[in-house]
C-alpha cells in the first residue's frame, strides 16, 4: 500500500484535497527555523529571525497576491511576526522540552495564515484574529525581555514598540480602518501600550507578568475602539474596558509580589 502511496498517483491526488499546500510548507518551515534559533547562540538566533522575516513576509505576499482594497496591507506582516514571536520566547522553555512543541508551533503559524488568508471575518475569526495578535506581542515582549533584559541594546522598549506598530495597524485594518485613519489608530493604540510598557519597566515587574501587561493594554484598546466603532457608548466602552484592565493590573501586581 506504502508503495503505491510513493508511486506517485495518489500522493497528487492527496495534495489536491488541501488547500494551498505552500502554506503548510511554508509554516512548517518556520517552525523549524525557530527551532533552530530556540538551541543556538545569540547569533544564529539573529539569522533565524532574520529568516523568519524575509520568508514569512515573501511567502505571505506570494500566496496572499496583491493588496487589494479594503483588506490592508498589514496582513503581510502577521505571518513574519508571528515567526518571529515565536524565536524569541521559544528561548523561554528548556532545551530538551522545547523540541516537543516544533508540530504543535507548526499548527499555530499555518492557523495564523489561515486566518489572514480569509479575505473577510466573521465575529469568531476576528476574535481569533484579536487574540493571535496580542498572542504575538505577548511572547515578542517575553522573548526580548528574556534575551536583553531591560538594559540591552538594541533598546528592548524600542523592539517590542516598533512590533506593537504593525500588529496595531493589523489590529486597526481588521477593524475596517485604511489609510491615513488606519495608521493614525495604529500610533495611538501603539502610545497606549508603550505607556504601560514603560511603567511596567519602571516599576521593575519580574518575570513574565510585564510581558503580559503589554498585551493585555494591546487587547483592550484594540476592544474599546472596536466597540466605539461598533457604536457603543463611550460610557459603557470606558466601563466595560477600564474594568478589564484595572482587573488584570491588580492581578499582575499580586502575582509581582508573590
Known sequence: MIARMLSGRRVPAALQRIDRPQAIALTAALAVTAAIGWLASPVVL???VGIELAAGGLGAVALMGPSRPGLGIGRYTTLALAGVSAALAGRLIPGGVS?????????????VLWLELRAS???TERTALDLALTAILFATAAGIGG???????PPPLGLVLAVGLLLSLRSAEARGEGGVQAIGQALLHTLA???VAVAVVVLRIPGLVGPALVALAFYVWGGAADA??????????????GSLALLGFIVAVLMAHA
Open 193 to 195: 501600550i508603550g505607556q
Open 121 to 123: 471575518f466573521d465575529t
Open 147 to 153: 534575551l536583553l533584559g531591560n538594559q540591552g541594546w
Open 228 to 241: 466605539l466603532g461598533g457604536g457603543a457608548t463611550p460610557r459603557s466602552v470606558a466601563f466595560e474596558f
Open 99 to 111: 523540541l516537543l512543541f516544533v508540530p504543535l508551533l507548526a499548527v499555530m503559524l499555518w492557523a
Open 46 to 48: 539573529a539569522v533565524a
